[in-house]
């Protein structure tokens, strides 16, 4: 039967099989948007892909991810990989340089789970980043006070004023949709 993300990411990095399985996630999200790339309705389409502490930092991600766009064609402009704060600990400078030759050959990049690690303004600062997603945590606890209203809100402005896309993570009926926009509006 199905198996949650949530059990199965961490054995796959244990194991050492989140490399292969992440090298297949992006080989299918690619091939993705060959398709719709061939569809009017789809064409304007993106896709995002997370992307695991440990993928990021072989040595040859940069290629890895090049030689997939490559061979299937896809776009580099619809595609963004998503990283969350915790990995980007480390040597910065290389981290910065991957994204950034990832940066210039148009694929884009979003920080995920933002607020629930090691935030610091300096990452939206030194980093590439054209998205920041609010992480679930700040989302749920929207209804229960007035704090999370208002780190969504802060959060929100300050992307806004920078000129990122903000995503709310956790949003996923569309009454949830209406009844959070009242909330932190």
């Not at 949530?6 to 948007?33: H, K, S, W």
């Not at 009017?40 to 993928?55: D, F, G, K, P, Y």
């Not at 400078?93 to 990832?102: T, Y």
Request: contains cysteine; glycine residues 10%; negative net charge.
């Amino acid at each position: 039967g199905p198996i949650s993300p949530l059990e199965f990411i961490p054995l796959a990095e244990q194991t050492g099989l989140i490399l292969p399985l992440g090298r297949q996630v992006m080989q299918n999200a690619c091939e993705q948007l060959v398709r719709w790339a061939g569809s009017a309705e789809t064409a304007h389409l993106s896709i995002a892909v997370n992307v695991s502490a440990r993928q990021f930092r072989q040595l040859d991600f940069v290629a890895q991810v090049l030689d997939v766009l490559a061979e299937t064609g896809a776009s580099p402009y619809r595609l963004k990989l998503e990283l969350t704060e915790s990995m980007l600990l480390g040597d910065i400078e290389e981290a910065i340089e991957r994204m950034v030759q990832l940066k210039r050959e148009g694929v884009g990049f979003a920080l995920d789970d933002f607020g629930t690690g090691y935030s610091s303004l300096g990452y939206i600062n030194k980093y590439p980043f054209g998205k920041i997603k609010v992480d679930r945590s700040f989302v749920s606890g929207i209804h229960q006070g007035k704090k999370s209203r208002a780190i969504i809100r802060a959060v929100s402005g300050m992307g806004a004023t920078l000129g990122m896309e903000i995503v709310a993570e956790g949003l996923e009926t569309l009454e949830q949709v209406s009844v959070d926009r009242k909330s932190v509006v």
